[in-house]
């Protein structure tokens, strides 16, 4: 990397640890500054303004996501077993971000009602992830691993669902064994949507023993 893309990556980093911590709110040339020991203006030459900084960071959050989440899980094979990395991988992430947050959590509350770039893009990066996992489902009906009346946009919303539960639980409220109890709900979905009981163990151990169900 030539020396002017290795200091927009080191201002890059530091941003999305800002953001992570502070908001994409939170997040401005000046603060980003005073944390790496540039000029504002240094800092501005990078990224022209706010608004294109905070982009940055969403495009940032998102490849380190798809690194961690996405790519991993689809080295499993299709069906079950990729739809169940896919949502342990995204739980693992979410537990690592108890103590900084979830910019694509966060972000969503943020930018919900406030029209724009900004959240044109954190919600194209969200809308990505989703249809990513919507596909894993549908090619789970595919392979027979679901039932052929598994409807994906609804298992999703109940996916989705767990996750925002996690988050919330465990950093908000600081709940001990809220990863536990996501993985237990997602043992429950796999085994009301599988094509069979013995799909749904097969795919589910040993995340979460049968007790989990009652």
Same mark, same amino acid.
């Given at each position: 990397m030539?020396? *002017?893309?290795?200091?927009r990556?080191?201002?890059? %980093?530091?941003?999305l640890? =800002?953001?992570?911590?502070m908001g =994409?709110? *939170?997040l401005s040339?000046g603060?980003?500054a005073?944390?790496t020991?540039?000029?504002?203006?240094?800092?501005?030459?990078h990224f022209?303004?706010?608004?294109e900084l905070?982009i940055?960071?969403?495009?940032? #959050?998102? @490849?380190? +996501?798809?690194e961690?989440? +996405?790519f991993?899980?689809i080295?499993e094979? &299709? *069906?079950?077993?990729?739809?169940?990395a896919l949502f342990?991988?995204?739980?693992? &992430?979410v537990a690592v971000?108890i %103590?900084s947050?979830?910019? #694509?959590?966060?972000?969503?509350v943020e +930018? !919900?009602d406030?029209p724009?770039?900004v959240? %044109?893009?954190?919600?194209g990066?969200?809308?990505?992830?989703?249809?990513?996992?919507e596909r894993?489902i549908r =090619?789970?009906v595919?392979? *027979?691993?679901?039932?052929p !009346?598994t !409807?994906?946009?609804?298992?999703? +919303?109940?996916v $989705?669902?767990?996750i925002l539960?996690?988050h $919330? !639980?465990?950093?908000?409220?600081? $709940?001990p064994g809220a990863? /536990?109890r @996501?993985r237990?709900g997602?043992?429950r979905i796999? &085994?009301d949507y599988?094509a069979?009981? /013995?799909?749904?163990?097969a795919? =589910?151990s040993?995340?979460?023993?049968r007790?989990?169900?009652?």
């Amino acid at each position: 990397m030539q020396k *002017g893309q290795q200091t927009r990556a080191a201002i890059l %980093d530091a941003a999305l640890g =800002l953001a992570s911590n502070m908001g =994409l709110e *939170g997040l401005s040339i000046g603060a980003l500054a005073e944390v790496t020991g540039m000029s504002k203006s240094g800092v501005f030459a990078h990224f022209g303004s706010r608004e294109e900084l905070q982009i940055s960071v969403i495009k940032e #959050y998102h @490849a380190k +996501f798809e690194e961690e989440v +996405f790519f991993p899980a689809i080295r499993e094979a &299709r *069906g079950l077993p990729r739809v169940r990395a896919l949502f342990e991988n995204w739980v693992k &992430r979410v537990a690592v971000e108890i %103590d900084s947050g979830c910019i #694509y959590i966060s972000g969503a509350v943020e +930018f !919900d009602d406030r029209p724009g770039p900004v959240r %044109d893009a954190l919600a194209g990066m969200v809308k990505a992830w989703q249809a990513a996992m919507e596909r894993a489902i549908r =090619l789970a009906v595919e392979s *027979g691993h679901l039932r052929p !009346d598994t !409807d994906p946009s609804q298992m999703l +919303f109940e996916v $989705h669902g767990l996750i925002l539960a996690l988050h $919330h !639980d465990a950093r908000f409220l600081r $709940h001990p064994g809220a990863v /536990e109890r @996501a993985r237990a709900g997602f043992a429950r979905i796999v &085994r009301d949507y599988a094509a069979s009981p /013995e799909l749904a163990e097969a795919t =589910l151990s040993p995340l979460a023993p049968r007790a989990a169900h009652r």
